[in-house]
């Protein structure tokens, strides 16, 4: 049995990284193709490194463009590599433009396709991700979810129940493995554990009144303890055409997985607009609080310890009320076995 992996952008490479050691494991052939939606050392070369994974087999060198010209990148210089390769499952991860892009290509192929990560919505459909996760789960067949509410979404979009199959949490997998080799937190110093600081999405980022507002509740939650905020290069591009301030607020380069595991163990709480960590910070007991109106893991607000943030003004007092510990869940499937899960499954439905 063949697989071809589709990754593309950082949150795809943990995802990617426990379904391959698996697949190692069960003997399968695999090729991994990197469509270069994130291009940069920072942003895909250093997680492969981190995450023990090999050079892809195939990168596509797509690179940043708009979200039609990305998805156009992707989808013209994908199909020969998948006819060539004509494999037994194109398998794509999470909710990124290379997924939904390699998703369409493959079901007009007639080659099947399973999601890794399916049955998460926001409701929101003005965040780009939303209509990529609803394509993808379309036109998969098979899906494979991390939590038991995305099956019961997945029922209720009508969604054969012998194509959804729960395996748990590949970002726990990474997660678990991680922990051991990224070593003890930092020393906290004088201050006190630092607030840890992640902003990507252009819902934050590319509006200059919404970045001001978050730039200004940073520089204030700096002032009582310290802020450590690693900056995206798009977040970096838009906090200098804006020439803002962010006081005291200590800017670093984008880290690597292990580096940011590291550093998020020690955290006081953790300011994100990320999908991925507000499921690591539930299983590591950190304090996470949203900067959105909406999540695709709501999840981690009924079980975990997550908390939406619509407002950027009330992050100050939020961060004040986190307490700084949330005590860690285990939620179902949160094992450090999905990879495992996902190979059974896909070998049981070839």
């Known amino acids: 049995m ?25 003997g399968l052939a695999q090729i991994v193709v990197h469509t270069g939606q994130h291009y940069d050392d920072a942003l895909s070369a250093v997680f492969l490194r981190d995450l023990g994974l090999p050079a892809p ?24 590599v998948l006819d060539a390769h004509r494999p037994d499952w194109v398998v794509v991860y999470g ?52 939590s038991i509410d995305a099956n019961e979404r997945l029922r209720a979009e009508g969604e054969p129940a012998d194509e959804i199959v729960f395996v748990g949490n590949v970002m726990i997998d990474s997660l678990l493995y991680a922990v051991g080799l ?13 607030v840890v600081v992640t902003l990507h999405r252009p819902s934050n980022v590319d509006d200059p009144a919404r970045l001001c507002l978050l730039a200004r509740a940073l520089a204030e939650v700096a002032r009582e303890r310290p802020v450590v905020f690693p900056v995206h290069p798009r977040t970096q591009r838009r906090l200098g055409d804006l020439g803002l301030d962010l006081g005291v607020v200590e ?58 943030v619509p407002d950027p003004r009330d992050l100050p007092d939020a961060v004040r009320a986190a307490g700084g510990r949330a005590g860690s869940r285990q939620l179902a499937g949160w094992d450090g076995h999905a990879g495992e899960r996902i190979i059974r499954a896909l070998i049981h439905h070839s």
């Open 95 to 146: 909710d990124v433009n290379s997924t939904m892009a390699a998703a369409i290509v493959a079901s007009k192929l007639g080659q099947r396709v399973a999601h890794v990560e399916a049955g998460l919505r926001s409701g929101d459909r003005t965040m780009p991700e939303e209509i990529n996760r609803i394509v993808t789960d379309r036109l998969a067949d098979l899906l494979l979810t991390p």
């Open 57 to 80: 087999d195939v990168n596509l060198e797509v690179g940043s463009a708009s979200h039609a010209v990305q998805t156009a990148m992707v989808m013209t210089r994908i199909e020969p």
């Open 251 to 308: 800017l670093r380069e984008p880290l690597g997985y292990l580096e940011m595991i590291r550093l998020v163990r020690g955290a006081y709480a953790v300011v994100t607009d990320s999908g991925g960590l507000q499921e690591e910070t539930t299983v590591l007991g950190v304090p996470c609080l949203t900067v959105r109106e909406h999540t695709e893991r709501p999840i981690t607000l009924t079980e975990g310890t997550n908390r939406l």
């Open 2 to 26: 063949k697989l071809l992996h589709v990754v593309g952008a950082r949150p795809n490479f943990p995802k990617l990284a426990p379904v391959y050691r698996a697949a190692v494991k069960a």
């Open 182 to 194: 990224a070593g003890d937190p930092p020393d906290p110093g004088a201050r006190g554990r630092p």
